[in-house]
């Protein structure tokens, strides 16, 4: 139930933030009771006149000779922004402090509690902050998006002043791969009812004649067209779920490892596959929940089938936490630059040098094959990238989004390779068994008619901004 859990998602966010840039004061005030589920987080950020340009933000913060802030303005679209399920919210807000500079840089960062916090831990007055109304929206209904009016509302400013996106940066790179896995999770929960319903419902027989003569018609799984579909929304479910779990693990790393270049080298990671997690992965999810609503036919348009919920649902994870179009920009425009580009090389290095160490490998050729030909089209991209954006950045605007998939398609080629050969090892040893069977299908399936998408996006990466710029805005 992903309108659900936002509010824990959500609280989670808010939770690293202040650990992380709160004063210890803050942190004793509100993290225990946020983690214990007491109280619920939000983020603050978007207003009506600012959404992907934050630079733009208008609420105000007025400083107080008790070092506290008088919040004004108003919030839209604030997830979880006003509810009952918890005695409090702990609203974190961006806001600009009166005679900070304009843009991006004159934003910081505040604790905003709705109900005020004792000395001693106990609720006290109701702060100066209310929900104007609920968004009425395509779906997530359980999760209240709120519109926030601060009134003068008592604020406590986290971090440093005019560093307010260092905070929120900490929270949306949480929210991205929390968003990242919503798209992945309504993928795999539409892919469960699909499959169940394919093998359930009888319609014409197969090509090569009846599978259950018995029945009137031959369950709809027969069809080559029914488990092509099928296919590919398993094929990416159990890659994206490795490469979440891969990243995950990283996380871990970078947050926990005690040699210096070893978090160094999972905090490139992080930074380099957020983006692709975030944009990539909810853009394909709301994809597959479309493509198993469509194994319903006309069921699936039907309320009571639950399918058209997994559709509305899924369809936000491409909006919220940064436009999937911003992704692909942050990954072309930050994270491939980023230190020179190490985070890209160490990641091209690692996918080389296991395709070579499996090279000779004959039943991994069907796995290794198809990802150097992906690997190739990712690498020439990026060098065109190089060789063509930095003079004419409408060239990396223009790419953006297709080299998110490319990258998003190869690593996912990745994680299949990495499987395969784990499961080739486990046949070895143990047998075959219909698991593992299963699995070595599922990623032949990938390898076959997912992962050569690749030079498609490639060629639409080399076509340039030509074209897309010429038009006027008014011929559109
Ligand atoms: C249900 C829901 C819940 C939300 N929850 C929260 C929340 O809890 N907290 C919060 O602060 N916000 C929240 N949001 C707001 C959400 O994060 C923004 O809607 C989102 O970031 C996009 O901003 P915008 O709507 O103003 O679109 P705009 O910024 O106006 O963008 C419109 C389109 O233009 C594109 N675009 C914009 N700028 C560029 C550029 N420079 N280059 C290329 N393309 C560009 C975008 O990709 C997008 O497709 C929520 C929104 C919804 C609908």
């Not at 998602?9 to 992380?20: F, N």
């Amino acid at each position: 139930n992903m309108a659900f859990s936002m509010y824990g998602g959500l609280t989670m966010g808010a939770t690293a933030a202040l650990i992380v840039h709160g004063k210890p004061e803050q942190k004793a005030m509100f993290v225990p009771k946020m983690v214990a589920g007491e109280w619920t987080g939000t983020m603050n950020l978007t207003e009506p006149q600012c959404g992907t340009d934050l630079g733009l933000l208008r609420t105000k913060a007025a400083k107080q000779s008790d070092g506290s802030y008088k919040i004004t303005g108003t919030k839209i679209f604030i997830s979880a922004g006003e509810h009952d399920f918890t005695d409090n919210i702990i609203h974190l807000v961006l806001a600009r402090i009166e005679g900070a500079p304009a843009g991006i840089k004159g934003v910081s960062l505040f604790v905003v509690p709705k109900i005020l916090v004792n000395a001693d831990g106990s609720l006290g007055a109701r702060n100066g902050v209310s929900c104007g109304s609920i968004e009425h929206k395509m779906g997530i209904h359980g999760n209240s998006t709120c519109v926030m009016n601060y009134d003068g509302a008592t604020g406590w400013l986290i971090g440093e002043e005019n560093k307010g996106m260092q905070g929120m940066f900490v929270m949306m790179n949480e929210a991205r791969l929390g968003v990242a896995v919503q798209g992945l999770a309504q993928s795999e929960v539409a892919y469960q009812n699909a499959a169940a319903y394919a093998r359930d419902r009888l319609q014409g027989r197969a090509l090569t004649g009846a599978q259950a003569p018995d029945k009137p018609a031959d369950p709809i799984i027969v069809h080559p067209d029914v488990r092509r579909t099928l296919l590919t929304i398993r094929a990416f479910n159990e890659a994206a779920r490795a490469m979440v779990i891969w990243t995950a693990l990283k996380s871990d790393v970078a947050h926990r490892s005690s040699d210096p270049k070893d978090r160094q080298e999972a905090d490139d990671h992080m930074g380099l596959m957020t983006p692709v997690l975030k944009g990539f992965l909810t853009e394909i999810g709301f994809a597959n929940a479309v493509q198993a609503q469509q194994m319903y036919g006309g069921h699936g348009y039907i309320a009571e089938q639950g399918m058209e919920q997994f559709v509305r649902d899924a369809r936000i994870a491409m909006i919220y936490e940064g436009a999937n179009g911003i992704q692909a920009l942050d990954l072309v425009g930050r994270k491939l630059p980023r230190d020179g580009g190490r985070a890209v090389m160490a990641f091209f290095g690692e996918v080389a040098s296991f395709a070579k160490e499996q090279g000779a490998n004959e039943a991994m050729k069907p796995f290794i094959t198809p990802l150097s030909a992906g690997l190739g089209h990712l690498q020439q991209a990026t060098t065109w990238l190089m060789q063509n954006a930095m003079m004419k950045p409408d060239n990396a605007g223009a790419a953006a989004t297709d080299y998110m998939h490319l990258f998003g398609l190869v690593t996912l080629g990745y994680m299949w390779a990495k499987m395969a050969k784990v499961t080739h090892d486990k046949i070895a040893a143990v047998g075959a068994s219909p698991y593992l069977t299963t699995k070595l299908v599922t990623g032949r399936f990938f390898m076959e008619r997912m992962l050569p998408e690749t030079s498609v996006h490639l060629a639409r990466i080399q076509s340039g901004s030509a074209t897309i710029m010429e038009l006027a805005a008014e011929a559109f």
